[in-house]
Structures are given as C-alpha cells and as structure tokens.
C-alpha cells in the first residue's frame, strides 16, 4: 500500500502530474484506435464489403471473397472473412444493382457474424455513372466465457463480475448501412457509413457495448503512362468518429491484367500487394502488411488474399461475357 504525504506531493507533484497525463493519453490513444469493424489492405477491390452502392457497378455479376489473418505472432488474433455476390437489376426500366455479404470476423473470444443485402440505385451523369445504395441484415455476436484470468487478490474473477458473461452468449440485432458511388472512365471516389441503427448489446448483468457508426472514403485514379502500363494511385480513409485510419497506395497494371504495388498506412504499415486477373473473369491478390513501430516486432506482419470471379448471367442462359471494370 502506497501513501502519498503532503511533502511528496509537494515536492514530486509536477512529475507526478506529468506521469499521470502521460499514462492518460497513451490509455486513451490505445482505446481511439480500437476501432471495431476490421480493416482491409486490399481496399482497392473490396468495396462490396463496405459500399452498398457498389452493387452492380461492373455490369456483370461478381463473386468475391476476401480472407485476412492479421498480427501473426500474437494469439487470437483478428481472423476476418468476406464473402460477396453482386450483379446489375433492373427494375421496370429502372437500373440498379443487387448484392449479398457475409462476414465473420473473430478476435480472441468474441465473434461477428453479419449477413447483409445490398441495393443501388444507378443514373447516367454525361460520362460518368452515380449510384446510391442501402445496406441492411443483422449482425450476430457471440462472446465466449473461457476467460484466463489468474487466480489470485489482484485479478477479479469472472464469477465477480457483474460486467463479464458466465456463459457463452449469442446475440442478434438488425443493422443498416448506405453509401454512393461515383465511376467515370478513369477515376471513382466512394463514401458510405454502416452501423447506423448502432446495434447494442448486454454482456453479464451491467456490462453493454454497440457498434458504432464507421465512415468509409475511398478514391482512385488511372493514369496511363503507355500502351501496355498504366499507374492507379488510390486512398482509403476509415473513421469511426472518434480516432481515423488513412492509407494512401499505388498500383503499377501491365496489360490490364497483372498488378502489384505498395501501400502506406498512416503510423501503423507498409503493404506489398500483388496479383493477376485473368479474361475468363478469375481474379487472385495477395498482400502482406509489415507493421511498424515498437509494437510491430510483438505483433508479427498481416496476410491477406481475394478471390473473384466475373461472369454473365441471364434466366435460362449463361453468357460467357466478360470486361473487367476494375482497371479503369
């Protein structure tokens, strides 16, 4: 047990103070940066997952998967899976686009399940094409009760926290999202927010959390420097309201089929991305984060790969039609 007296306060309270605030600040810079939906590297080619308004913005349809093991060298660590289907709708003359998403994402003993559908609404701007969509499903979370907490006076067992589950819960709740859209020839540039009902939920007898709101921007260039190369420089901010995370990456296209590139997010990576994207409509990337700072060599670097496949659809027919939307 410490005492703090009058003398030591008087005498050691500037550092005192300091040290306090110091601990502060690093206490809630940690908790700012705990955002809750996971991130990707491969932003570029995963806008399903987060824009509702991309649904249909290829003109074909589109099944496309996304798996990320990140922080290697720590245990439990963030596992992330992103299944999506898309294609063009119309509606009585109306163009639009239609879409699916399941994602699971897992960190240590709480789990995330979301099963979404999207819908977009798409018009014609000159040469441009603008397209606003909605997002809409439920998200499920689980949370386990195997807790590893040692057993001594200065840990609370679970059984003594009113705040911790005694046994493994499963909870569902409806979630919204919306977003736009814009693509010309040579650019695009994205916006869209999920978690817009905030989903709550109650954990043990006080405990409750909810998801909050995330913004995502997004926006690319093309930029061709010859007949077979070209250069698609591209950003990628996400934001939960309270701490952001920027990334900024350019990607070198030979022959609008092969690619690779580097990416830079903000204070925390440096990505090294790769892949090929064949005309039968089989897209395959791959991307490695090397985290920096102090934290990177406990951390260990972050693997992520996607999968897609592009084809034509039509009732009583499929069309083997293929154009590739994604190296503008």
Do not use: C
Request: net charge neutral.
């Amino acid at each position: 047990m410490v005492i703090f007296t009058a003398e030591m306060l008087t005498k050691d309270g500037v550092a005192m103070k300091t040290g306090i605030w110091i601990l502060l600040f690093l206490a809630l810079n940690l908790l700012a940066k705990a955002q809750q939906d996971p991130q990707f590297s491969q932003n570029m080619f995963n806008h399903m997952t987060v824009n509702p308004a991309f649904a249909g913005q290829q003109g074909h349809w589109v099944v496309s998967g996304i798996y990320r093991n990140q922080w290697q060298s720590m245990p439990d660590a963030p596992e992330t899976y992103a299944l999506n289907v898309d294609g063009p709708l119309k509606i009585k003359g109306i163009e639009g686009g239609f879409g699916l998403n399941v994602m699971t994402d897992k960190l240590g003993l709480q789990t995330r399940l979301l099963l979404m559908s999207d819908y977009s609404y798409k018009r014609t701007l000159g040469l441009s094409v603008l397209s606003v969509g909605v997002k809409f499903g439920i998200v499920n979370e689980k949370i386990g009760s195997d807790y590893h907490i040692p057993n001594d006076e200065n840990h609370t067992q679970p059984g003594d926290d009113p705040a911790i589950n005694q046994e493994d819960i499963s909870k569902i709740k409806f979630d919204l999202g919306a977003g736009v859209f814009l693509s010309g020839k040579k650019y695009y540039a994205g916006a869209a927010v999920s978690h817009l009902t905030k989903p709550g939920f109650t954990v043990g007898q006080t405990g409750r959390f909810f998801l909050a709101p995330h913004l995502y921007l997004t926006g690319g260039y093309t930029i061709e420097l010859a007949s077979d190369w070209d250069i698609q420089p591209s950003a990628y901010v996400m934001t939960d309201f309270v701490s952001a995370q920027y990334s900024i990456n350019a990607n070198a296209v030979f022959r609008k089929m092969y690619w690779g590139g580097v990416s830079y997010r903000y204070e925390e990576a440096v990505i090294f991305m790769g892949g090929v994207e064949l005309k039968n409509g089989i897209m395959v990337g791959y991307s490695y984060d090397w985290n920096m700072g102090g934290t990177g060599r406990y951390v260990g670097g972050s693997h992520e790969v996607t999968l897609s496949y592009s084809f034509g659809m039509e009732v009583g027919k499929r069309q083997k039609i293929y154009k590739s939307v994604r190296f503008l």
